[in-house]
């Protein structure tokens, strides 16, 4: 059985949403193309803007990873304009927006009157409010490493309905087999119904 990593920044990993960086060839299986909040180039936004629309095509499964960070050094109000106009992109283009997030899920939040697609915060790893007020406004939830461990995440993931998460490695180096092996335990469903479930998500955000 193959299980589907949502969101990996692993060229040799085949089955999933490969996190292509700015200026770089796409690879040939499913990929996502955005402006990180750590690499907006204040002196070049449109260029980047530019080369992330024309980084679009057949293969490229979302708009992201993209969002706001408080830990990042660039402008709150920069960050703003330029996820704003990645969402545009993705509501043009009719494409998921994959989301990166510190400390900023409120801010977040306030843009889903400006996005058509669906938004998924990937690497979530908060607390239960937190992903209460992020479910009451549509998004999607994308959890990774920390579920092996994080006692307090794995009652988070165990309480979120089952067509609302997606699993993912990110950049951390393990088989993402273990993940969904503990996600089936957390839930008490089958290895295949945790497979079957994230399949049908996909196909949710893919086709709105």
């Known amino acids: ?27 040939d299986s499913l990929y996502s193309i955005g402006i990180h909040p750590k690499d907006i180039d204040v002196n070049h936004i449109e ?46 283009i009719k494409k998921p927006i994959i989301i990166h997030c510190v ?30 007020d992020l479910l009451a406004h549509n998004f999607y939830l994308s959890f990774g490493k920390a579920v092996l461990y994080n006692l307090s995440l794995q009652h988070v993931l165990r309480n979120i309905p089952s ?7 990110d950049n951390e180096d393990f088989d993402i087999e273990e993940l969904y092996q503990k996600v089936s335990e957390i839930k008490g469903i089958s290895l295949e119904q945790v497979n079957e479930q994230i399949l049908e998500n996909l196909h949710t955000i893919k086709n709105g």
């Not at 067509?163 to 490695?169: A, I, R, V, Y």
């Open 1 to 27: 059985m193959e299980f589907f990593d949502f969101h990996h920044h692993k060229k040799n990993i085949r089955y999933g949403i490969y996190n292509v960086n700015i200026g770089e060839i796409p690879s």
């Open 47 to 92: 260029e980047q803007l530019k080369l992330v629309r024309n980084t679009v095509s057949q293969n490229c499964f979302a708009i992201g990873e993209c969002g706001l960070d408080s830990l990042v050094m660039i402008n709150q109000k920069i960050q703003e304009d330029v996820f704003l106009k990645q969402i545009q992109i993705a509501n043009e």
């Open 103 to 132: 400390r900023k899920f409120y801010e977040v939040i306030s843009f889903t009157k400006k996005a058509e697609q669906a938004m998924i915060i990937h690497g979530f790893n908060k607390k239960q409010k937190i992903a209460e």
């Open 163 to 169: 067509d609302k998460f997606f699993l993912e490695t």
